[in-house]
């Protein structure tokens, strides 16, 4: 009879999630291959020595960049969470606020504040993180151009995420998906100087990366300005100190762990420049490729998040913790066979991006040791994913700080340079990480205690 009912739920709980998910998967993995697009296009522009450099100024100029992006992301966790409760309560009128107070929060505290940082003093922030000259020269244009571009990109994230709450998923991948597409075609008539136009090189990628963030900005508020969205921005704007109450209590713990993230990473990119720049290039593009790892977890931690927070607004914390079982056992299933995919093809798939020899090894031991991580990888994600819709942040943190800026970034520097093992430490050093941080999330979700938290 148990059987039957874990049958039941299944059949009942995976369509939930897959409507939810599939929209996200389709939607990050596409953006992953235009990103591996885009970066095949400048690994192939000659000589090897300015597409090394182009790559990894591309590579440099991601760091501050995400760092800035996941922090705006943390206020979106919050108002993800929120507006999955209040959507699970059937409270609608409550959407549009939290939407308002995200935006707020997002544009006066990070956008702002770090576009103009980043501006002013782009070729210090560059050499800080390990650039070499030859890198700061082709890329310290492209810094500040795509800087422009992460203001757009951080509110276009805001309403993307708001509209995840609510299950909206198809919107958001239809815009990403055409602008993404845009951009690619713009990257290569801008990098290689089609139909007449200038070969721009990584500077022409950078104006094409940020006039398609403009795009997707306009279109993705353009459709909540319609009536066809639960959530609206149509309504007058009230400031209310229970949602900033709500947003920084369920944000704050997730704003800490993703700036322990991308500060881990940030001094871990330092670690892997300081190896060169043809070592970096290919750390680079086993980053690129990375991506593609990534998407099944996040999207599936997506839909887990939304699920979980709907299922406890709806007072049903058993269907919440039958969503994020779920999800993570499709998520991770997908992640296998990606897993065998970069283990036995990883230097095919480096060979799109580069012909040279030294780069294609150094990546496909890296590609190699991603494989191995996957499994813990893409549970971490959505177990971290399915806590978070719950507004339990808290042990997410705590594994991000333990894992990365305890675990990677020291057994990093000891591998790279007391052990002298090069990018193969650095990536060990990666797996290592992963595992700890899974075995965080893991306990905290079995627990249970997550599903105790409360929303005002």
């Not at 500040?144 to 708001?162: E, N, P, Y």
Request: include cysteine; charged fraction near 10%; hydrophobic fraction near 55%.
């Amino acid at each position: 009879m148990e059987k039957k009912r874990t049958l039941l739920a299944r059949w009942t709980i995976e369509p939930r999630v897959m409507a939810i998910a599939w929209p996200v998967l389709l939607e990050l993995l596409l953006s992953s291959l235009f990103v591996m697009v885009d970066m095949i296009m400048l690994g192939n522009i000659r000589p090897v020595s300015l597409s090394a450099a182009s790559i990894a100024s591309v590579g440099i100029t991601n760091q501050p960049l995400f760092i800035g992006l996941s922090l705006v992301q943390s206020f979106n966790v919050g108002g993800t969470a929120i507006i999955a409760r209040y959507f699970g309560m059937g409270r609608l009128n409550r959407l549009g606020s939290v939407f308002h107070h995200v935006v707020l929060l997002s544009v006066v505290l990070i956008l702002l504040p770090l576009f103009a940082f980043a501006m002013i003093f782009a070729e210090p922030i560059m050499r800080f993180l390990g650039a070499q000259e030859d890198v700061i020269l082709v890329g310290s244009t492209y810094f500040r151009i795509m800087h422009v571009g992460f203001l757009f990109q951080g509110l276009t994230m805001c309403a993307a995420s708001a509209m995840r709450g609510v299950g909206e998923t198809k919107v958001p991948m239809k815009v990403n998906l055409f602008c993404n597409g845009i951009n690619v075609i713009g990257n290569a008539v801008l990098i290689y100087g089609l139909f007449g136009l200038p070969a721009l090189g990584v500077v022409g990628a950078g104006i094409s990366s940020a006039a398609s963030q403009l795009l997707a900005f306009f279109l993705i508020y353009r459709h909540l300005l319609s009536a066809r969205s639960p959530v609206t921005i149509k309504n007058k704007f009230s400031f209310s100190y229970v949602t900033v109450k709500n947003l920084l209590r369920i944000g704050l713990p997730a704003s800490l762990e993703q700036l322990a993230l991308r500060l881990g990473i940030f001094f871990f990119v330092r670690i892997v420049a300081s190896l060169g720049t043809l070592v970096y290039a290919a750390h680079q593009i086993a980053l690129s490729i990375l991506g593609l790892s990534f998407t099944p977890g996040q999207a599936f931690g997506i839909a887990a998040s939304t699920l979980v927070g709907q299922s406890l607004g709806e007072g049903n914390p058993k269907e919440a913790q039958l969503h994020a079982k779920s999800a993570r056992r499709i998520g991770s299933i997908i992640s296998s066979g990606i897993a065998v995919l970069f283990f036995f093809f990883g230097a095919d798939l480096v060979r799109l991006y580069t012909p040279d020899e030294g780069i294609i090894r150094n990546a496909a031991v890296a590609l190699k040791v991603i494989a191995l991580v996957q499994p813990f990888q893409s549970s971490q994600l959505i177990l971290s994913g399915a806590l978070r819709g719950a507004g339990d942040t808290l042990w997410p943190l705590i594994a991000t700080v333990v894992g990365v800026l305890i675990i990677r970034l020291s057994l990093a520097s000891i591998l790279v340079h007391g052990f002298a093992l090069g990018l193969f430490g650095a990536w060990v050093a990666v797996f290592i990480d992963q595992f700890i941080r899974w075995a965080f999330v893991q306990g905290r979700f079995q627990s249970g205690k997550w599903k105790l938290v409360r929303i005002r």
